[in-house]
């Protein structure tokens, strides 16, 4: 019997390992090896990086090489994780944080920081957009994707990526549906069946 699970670990790694291998070389990313120890960890990342926009991915990838930069991806610390963070982007190390036993990753968030702290720092740095942040800040009606968008002019920028991405607000819930990647952006009629991670189980109402 120990002997039949010391070979199901070893199994285990290997898969883990080999997945890893594969999600650096298809994302021109580094995969923290304490991250991936368990495959299921790089199941859940490889779902959230699929829903960045794939020529989006790309030309960050390609601005991040000529910059000489990589994007890491390692465990969330315990600093941040004690401070209820879900995840941390570091623009210094363009390192993003994430919880590798978490059912849910806030790659698409980070991501977001990515995006704007790193790879378009005229576009995050411009004065017109802070001041007209901090004239919304406060103010009546929807101004912000979320409660947490309003937070700070990072957050807001952040979250309005991911909303931009995922079509997940305050006002929506996120369903999990089966399909192909030829569904990515599109919408359908769902059924919503059961709770779901951090949202529901549908089923696509026609069929």
Same mark, same amino acid.
């Given at each position: 019997?120990?002997?039949?699970?010391?070979?199901?670990?070893?199994?285990?790694?290997?898969?883990?390992?080999?997945?890893?291998?594969?999600?650096?070389?298809?994302?021109?990313?580094?995969?923290?090896?304490?991250?991936?120890?368990?495959?299921?960890?790089?199941?859940?990342?490889?779902?959230?990086?699929?829903?960045?926009?794939?020529?989006?991915?790309?030309?960050?990838?390609?601005?991040?090489?000529?910059?000489?930069?990589?994007?890491?991806?390692?465990?969330? &610390?315990?600093?941040?994780?004690?401070?209820?963070?879900?995840?941390?982007?570091?623009?210094?190390?363009?390192?993003?944080?994430?919880?590798?036993?978490?059912?849910?990753?806030?790659?698409?968030?980070?991501?977001?920081?990515?995006? %704007?702290? &790193?790879?378009?720092?005229? %576009?995050?740095?411009? &004065?017109?957009?802070?001041?007209?942040?901090?004239?919304?800040?406060?103010?009546?009606?929807?101004?912000?994707?979320?409660?947490?968008?309003?937070?700070?002019?990072?957050?807001?920028?952040?979250?309005?990526?991911?909303?931009?991405?995922?079509?997940?607000?305050?006002?929506?819930?996120?369903?999990?549906?089966?399909?192909?990647?030829?569904?990515?952006?599109? %919408?359908?009629?769902?059924?919503?069946?059961?709770? %779901?991670?951090?949202?529901?189980?549908?089923?696509?109402?026609?069929?």
């Amino acid at each position: 019997m120990k002997t039949e699970l010391g070979s199901l670990e070893k199994a285990a790694k290997e898969a883990a390992a080999k997945k890893k291998s594969e999600l650096e070389s298809k994302y021109k990313v580094k995969i923290a090896d304490s991250y991936a120890q368990h495959i299921a960890s790089l199941e859940v990342l490889e779902d959230q990086i699929k829903l960045i926009p794939s020529a989006l991915y790309e030309k960050s990838a390609a601005q991040l090489t000529k910059m000489g930069k990589k994007l890491s991806i390692i465990d969330l &610390t315990s600093a941040h994780h004690m401070s209820g963070m879900a995840g941390f982007y570091t623009p210094s190390k363009v390192t993003i944080e994430l919880d590798p036993y978490g059912t849910y990753s806030e790659f698409p968030h980070e991501y977001g920081h990515l995006i %704007f702290m &790193t790879v378009l720092p005229k %576009f995050y740095n411009s &004065t017109t957009l802070k001041n007209e942040w901090n004239s919304l800040k406060g103010g009546e009606g929807p101004t912000h994707v979320s409660e947490y968008a309003k937070t700070s002019y990072d957050e807001d920028l952040a979250e309005s990526f991911d909303a931009l991405i995922s079509g997940y607000t305050d006002n929506y819930i996120k369903t999990y549906v089966p399909g192909d990647e030829s569904m990515l952006n599109q %919408f359908y009629d769902v059924k919503l069946v059961d709770r %779901f991670k951090d949202g529901m189980k549908g089923e696509l109402a026609n069929g």
